[in-house]
């Protein structure tokens, strides 16, 4: 199958310390030529990868210091697209709704992995016009504030297993991973940290949208020797941290759309304890992986139970369900969906009832 992959310009692929899409991107790009499809990824030019490389500008924009408008080079990438599309199959943005424009108006297959939240209020009517136009969900929870799209599947994130070595051991210290901003809940892993009684080590990217939550908010909660900010963090840095953690703390407060730091400790044998917003009950298993909690009382408690999980269970528990392979042939058969769907004969009498059974929600996966 000849496959595009178009990834955000804001990282490298995969990116070289924080970066989630785009380390999605990497996975499931490197699997596909593994498997032996001819892929072509569009992405910043400092990306590394086997499959052909089509490079939208210098290096990734977040890291570079003349980047001053950042839409200007997604549209130099969109014009990239354009000029190779009747090369491909399929495809496959991960630029959200950057390309809904030209995708519903030129002739050729794509389909869109929405990485995002989809609950925010300006999302409503762009989603309506395009409503349309084929995506896929990274979870269901995602799926709740647009049911109405046209969704192709759902594709959990997966990356191979030997990108983390598990540790067996539990740790002394509990982690935190992701970004600085409100809604990935660091103060409360602080909060839990101190009342719990252990030591919290942070490894966090404070985006400048963040950083003043951060110097008011944050800062002043830093005030222990107990707790210890590391910043951004990149591999194989992050297999260390998390591994030799006794756990890590996800007390999130928004509808996550999947959350890979969970399945990244689960790879290090790490249990989870996090809040149970967006899709946490569906990437976590109560008692098995870690523990799904309802608040702050509760979170204190799990922590001190946690050396009470298995970590061989937890690390079994990754390679089940969240491995790049398994993600990969859950995209795949969507690819393969709707190449078929393309080729599917339309009769003037039975078109109609043809196209509804393609597109009907039992089709998806």
Not at 20 to 36: H, I, P, Y
Not at 146 to 163: E, I, K, M, V
Not at 200 to 222: G, N, R, V
Request: glycine share 6%; net charge negative.
């Amino acid at each position: 199958m000849r496959i595009a992959q178009v990834a955000p310009l804001y990282e490298s692929v995969p990116p070289k310390t924080y970066g989630g899409t785009e380390r999605v991107v990497s996975w499931l790009t490197e699997e596909l030529v593994r498997l032996g499809h001819e892929v072509t990824l569009f992405a910043s030019g400092d990306s590394m990868t086997t499959a052909r490389l089509v490079a939208c500008c210098p290096e990734s924009l977040r890291l570079s210091s003349d980047n001053v408008n950042q839409s200007a080079h997604h549209i130099v990438q969109l014009e990239k697209v354009l000029q190779e599309k009747d090369e491909f199959d399929l495809i496959h943005f991960h630029t959200d709704y950057l390309h809904f424009l030209i995708s519903s108006r030129e002739k050729y297959l794509s389909v869109t992995t929405l990485h995002g939240r989809l609950d925010t209020p300006d999302l409503g009517p762009l989603f309506e016009v395009y409503s349309h136009l084929p995506v896929i969900s990274i979870s269901n929870a995602q799926r709740d504030p647009l049911p109405h799209l046209s969704w192709q599947g759902n594709a959990y994130h997966g990356f191979p297993p030997d990108t983390f070595k598990p540790y067996t051991k539990p740790g002394k210290y509990l982690a935190f991973l992701g970004r600085t901003s409100p809604e990935k809940g660091l103060d409360k892993a602080i909060e839990i940290s101190k009342r719990a009684g252990m030591p919290l080590k942070i490894a966090a990217k404070i985006d400048k949208t963040d950083q003043e939550y951060f110097d008011t908010c944050i800062k002043p909660m830093l005030d222990c020797s107990e707790i210890e900010f590391l910043g951004e963090i990149g591999y194989p840095e992050k297999n260390q941290f998390l591994g030799e953690a006794a756990a890590l703390l996800f007390p999130i407060c928004w509808p996550e759309p999947f959350g890979i730091v969970m399945i990244e400790a689960m790879a290090c044998a790490t249990p989870v304890v996090a809040y149970p917003f967006g899709s946490v009950p569906e990437v976590m298993q109560d008692g098995v992986s870690g523990y799904v909690v309802p608040g702050l009382d509760s979170a204190v408690e799990a922590v001190k139970n946690v050396d009470q999980l298995d970590r061989k269970k937890i690390r079994k528990y990754f390679e089940q369900r969240f491995t790049a392979g398994r993600m990969t042939q859950d995209y795949l058969r969507i690819y393969e969906r709707i190449l078929t769907r393309k080729k599917a004969p339309l009769t003037v009498a039975n078109g109609a009832l043809n196209w509804m059974k393609l597109t009907s929600p039992s089709s998806t996966t």
